[in-house]
């Protein structure tokens, strides 16, 4: 909706938000507060196995269940981040780069936000993955 409304028009939407913001939704404040425990739970199960993340990645056909949890988790991340890249151009698309947003935020900051992921170790694997195959050749 607000990527269809002018920039002039969604001035008077701000104003009714007041300090309210699309990082105090609470469906977004609640996903992000439970998915560090996923990838808690994700490494301890990577301990009981006894495995690396790599040989997670490379041998998945025996950790199926494993593996499938780890590309899930990496969905979610990636989710996320389009979330707030979207979240950062609609912002920037409806009030400008050069300014703060409703919280008092730099938009600037919100943009440096874009890519933070929840799960690092998942995007390195690749990698470490194509080195390791390339090692192989």
Sequence with gaps: MLEKMSPWDYQQVRRA???GSGFDSPG???????IPQLGVEF???LKAANISLLDLFVHHE????LYRLA???IEVDERMINWRHRHFKVVERSIGLHVSGTQGTPVEVIGQLRDKCFFPELWDIRTEIT???LKEE
Excluded at 62 to 65: G, L
């Design 17 to 19: 938000l007041g300090h």
């Design 131 to 133: 080195n390791h195959a």
């Design 62 to 65: 025996k950790h199926d269940q």
């Design 71 to 73: 590309e899930a988790l």
């Design 28 to 34: 977004f404040n609640g996903i992000r507060a439970v």
């Design 43 to 45: 490494h301890r199960l």
